[in-house]
């Protein structure tokens, strides 16, 4: 197990030393001793970031439903794989050892392969957090389909967008869902997407909450009695390292969401690795993350990483404030959880409800904290350490993305002592780099730069569907030779991480990247909207909120504001999603725009956030002179 399992800072160092003096032989061993491959590769990297391409582990052959399933069923098979907590907390939970999984993802293949599904077709899951939602991503893997889950907190138009996108034959999805008290019609949001998508063929639906359904003759399938006439014996689809394993759908600062596309073999190998070291996972621990597998954080950390690593892992069905605010704890006591990982988002709204919902619970069974997703402020990573942790248990700050499958900056737990707010330092084989604005590397330590990666590593996102272009455009035209994360980050004193936030125009929201553009399609959707722009400005409990500048049309009219807003709030509600609804919308005359026509988002952060004493040379604005009406708006 040479290195698997990093103990200490010393053997981190180590580690990470080899891993850059010889990424080919470090990846290898990795790759070599601890997952099944039905044939080895011919050349473990081959990459060139000009085009660019990037291959792992080329020539071998796997699939990884036989790593994450299979290969543990001889001594796991009888071990809790998933362990499914519903949303409401008086049903029972549900224990699926490592052979039920078998059974239901390969019961469940053979019904995709029935219906037509072929290696290299696109399956969309559209579900709630149910054990049908893992089964499903497997089932996908099983036979060599790509997944394409969409978050089922997305509208039907965000839905169809990701749909024709990749071009899917089969939605997978539910009768609908339960949110805390909620009931979500999830059903009736795939027919309304399905109005636009001609390539949907099948839609398979799991009965969840007995409501029900609009069923269209010849499309649409109740999953049940599928799953019940099919065998539980499905053979692994064999698959080249390189073949596509998903897509999953990021916002962009500009233009419609991006499909990153992601292989099998490099990002099997990374998730393992990583899950196994970031979360020091022991045989019979219990792992909790909180995500919802919609986000590459579930992909990653729910399903494929702790899976291949055999372990348990926990998917909750519900919300933290439901039935109240002591859920998440109650749940940790309930299951004894070893491994809790979570976002700011969530800690923020848990340490604002007090901490009487804590206490309750018997929290002595975590050992290690972990948060993603966006910055966490200083405030609620002591809040975290002291409350939930007990000074006791480390906290991971890890810091990744969708683009690059896996964790890339974080502490190792009880090795890499912690730092409030800080990631610390790159995991093994990841090589940051910090770029000043001329493209030049930033070296030494207490700097601050744009935040790139100089070499490639096995999880990375291979391309964006269908827009190879895009991809080269977005990640490595900025900077010569490297791939920009589109992130700012400081380096201290001691070479520790701090990520500081975006610097493109994609906002963080409760840990859900917002692309702009989309809402502001949305907003420009209402007949009395002329123009608009939204941009981020600080929020106690979602890191960031929505701010919106919108120009109405002159109609000669006085228009009901507060009406407006509501409207507005409604449109993006269903072109986007809840997620997306703006805070605060101001009514204004005009926007701040460069001679190029460009508007200049700098300086509306600035007055969002009531920063209005330094907003910088307004002179070269096309316009300057609403800059000062925009201010005198908020005054009034
Ligand atoms: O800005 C960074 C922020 O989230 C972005 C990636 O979002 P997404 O692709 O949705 O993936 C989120 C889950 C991996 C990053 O570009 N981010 C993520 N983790 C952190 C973070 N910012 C600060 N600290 C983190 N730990």
Redesign the pocket.
Known sequence: MSNYHIKNLEEYFQVYRRSVRNPENFWEEIAEEHFLWRKKWNTVLSWDFTKPEVKWFEGAQLNITENCIDRHLVTRGEKTAILFEPNNPNEAAEHITYRDLYKRVNKLANVLKAKGIKKGDRVCIYLPMIPELAVSLLACARIGAIHSVVFAGFSSTALATRINDAECKMVITSDGSYRGSKMIDLKGIVDEALEECPCVENVLVVKRINSEINVVQGRDQWLQPLLDEASDECEAEIMNAEDPLFILY?SGSTGKPKGMLHTTAGYMVYTAYTFKNVFQYRENDVYWCTADIG???GHSYIVYGPLANGATTVMFEGVPSYPDYSRFWQIVEKHKVNQFYTAPTAIRALAKEGLSHVESSDLSSLKILG??????NEEAWHWYDDNIGKRKSPIV???????TGGIMITPIPFSTPTKPTY?TLPFPGIQPALMDAEGSEIKGNQVEGRLCVKFPWPSMARTIWGNHERYRNTYFSTFENKYF???GALRDEVGYYR?T??VDDVI?VS???LGTAPIEDAINEHPAVAESAIVGFPHDIKGNALYGYVILKDTGESRNHENLRKEINQIITEQVGPIAKLDRIQFTQGLPKTRSGKIMRRILRKIASNDISNLGDTSTLLNPEVVQGIIDEVLV
């Not at 948060?371 to 966490?376: S, Y």
Request: net charge negative.
């Open positions: 990021t986000w590459i954080t948060t993603v997703g966006e910055p966490i700050d890890t810091w990744w993305q969708t683009e990631a994360t589109g992130d990520i936030g975006r963080i840990g859900h990247n």
